[in-house]
C-alpha cells in the first residue's frame, strides 16, 4: 500500500488557499470600487446684491436677507468708510442677518433709505439707520413672529425674538405706541402702515 506523499498534499492545500484568497479579492474589489463617494454639502451662493452704486454715495442692498449680508455689509463699509446710505429693497429674510446688519449701520452711522419694497427683515434693517428715508411710492412692510415648522417648537420660542427687536425699535427712537402695535400684529398679512404713520412715529425721520 502506498501512502500519499506529505510534502505534495501541503502543497496542494497551499496553492488552493492562494486561489481562494485571489477569488475572494477579485469579488471584493469591484464592491469597492462601484461604492458611492461620499457627499460633500457645498452651500448655495447668498440670494442678495450688495454693492455700491455707480457715484460711489451709496449701498445698494437687493434680494433676500440671507446667510453672509452681516460679513458682507462689514466687508463693505470697511472698503468704503466714506459712504453713509444704503438704499434698502428686500422681501425679508433671517431675522438673524438683519440683527448683524443693524449692529452695523449703528455702528458707522450710516442711513437708509427705500425706493421700492421694504418688508419683514428688511424692515428691521431700515430701523437700524441713522437717518431713515422712504420715496413717495415706497412701501415698508410690517408683521408678528411665527414657527414656520412645528418641529422648531420648544427650540425657539417667537415672543423672545420678537422682543429682542422691539428693543432695537425702542432703541431707535420710534414711539411707544407703535412699538406695542407691531408685538401684537400677526404674521400674516403684512402690514403696510402710510407714510404719515410712519413719520409720526419716528420710524421715518427724514421726508
Known amino acids: 500500500m ?16 492562494a486561489l481562494a484568497g485571489l477569488v475572494l479579492v477579485g469579488v471584493a474589489m469591484p464592491r469597492v470600487e462601484t461604492r458611492p463617494a461620499p457627499e460633500i454639502y457645498i452651500p448655495p451662493p447668498p440670494r442678495f446684491d450688495l454693492r455700491v452704486n455707480s457715484e460711489a454715495n451709496a449701498f445698494e442692498f437687493r434680494g433676500l436677507v440671507d446667510f453672509g449680508l452681516t460679513a458682507a455689509l462689514r466687508d463693505l463699509v470697511a472698503a468704503y468708510p466714506d459712504v453713509r446710505r444704503i438704499v434698502l429693497d428686500s422681501d425679508g429674510g433671517y431675522i438673524a442677518e438683519a440683527r448683524g446688519a443693524v449692529a452695523i449701520l449703528q455702528a458707522g452711522g450710516i442711513a437708509t433709505h427705500v425706493a421700492g419694497h421694504c ?9 437700524g439707520g441713522a437717518q431713515r428715508s422712504l420715496a ?15 418641529q422648531m417648537r420648544g427650540m425657539i420660542d417667537p415672543r423672545a425674538e420678537m422682543e429682542r427687536d ?6 431707535q427712537g420710534l414711539e411707544e405706541s407703535f412699538v406695542a402695535k407691531l408685538a401684537d400684529l400677526p404674521q400674516t398679512p403684512m402690514w403696510y402702515p402710510s407714510h404719515a404713520h410712519l413719520r409720526a412715529a419716528g420710524f421715518v425721520t427724514r421726508p
Do not use: E, T, W
Not at 411710492?137 to 414656520?148: F, K, P, Q, T, V
Not at 422691539?166 to 432703541?171: G, T
Open 2 to 17: 502506498r501512502y500519499p506523499n506529505i510534502d505534495v498534499i501541503a502543497f496542494q492545500l497551499l496553492l488552493g488557499l
Open 119 to 127: 418688508a419683514s427683515a428688511c424692515a428691521l434693517i431700515f430701523a
Open 136 to 150: 413717495p411710492s415706497a412701501r415698508l412692510g410690517l408683521h408678528g413672529y411665527a414657527l414656520a415648522s412645528q
Open 166 to 171: 422691539l428693543a432695537i425699535y425702542r432703541a
